[in-house]
């Protein structure tokens, strides 16, 4: 198991010649933002919670690492010290959507059409591309995706 950032940044840039030298920095900046953030314990406190079938006020999420433990109402849930504690005052907590259909290395067609897309760009500029609109999604709530072909990006 790899114990450090610099170990990691030197086996992503020998394993990936090919890759241009944007793509190898959006690689490495993506590792240092996801290995550095801590796994702490978390309570999340909104408003509501939908738990996929109702709406419940005075639900608590408390969150150990990268895990749920615990949905429901705060009066069950027992708060080891030193847990953050993330008030959500005026919001709902929803479980993450499924996109069961996406393209994510393709621009709408109203933007570029689907020939120069696939003939024309880098496969290391759609995989950009592709990133971001993952990183968009995300944060529009969507936590699986399916991409259902990104033609002309290789092995992007």
Known sequence: MLKTNKQRISIILSNQPSVNSRLQ???????????????????LKPDHVFDGDSLHQGWVVFIDGEQIIYAGPDSNVEIPEG???????????LPGIIEGHSHLL??????????????????????IRGAIHA????????????DLGSEGAGYA
């Open 25 to 43: 920095f959006f690689c490495i900046l993506l590792l240092f933002l996801y290995s550095s953030q801590g796994l702490a314990q978390l309570l």
């Open 135 to 146: 990183e968009k999604s995300l944060l529009a709530g969507i936590t699986s995706m399916r």
């Open 83 to 93: 847990t953050e504690i993330l008030d959500l005052a005026g919001k709902t907590l």
């Open 106 to 127: 393709l621009h709408p067609y109203n933007e570029t059409s689907w020939n120069d897309q696939v003939l024309k760009e880098s496969s290391e500029e759609r995989a």
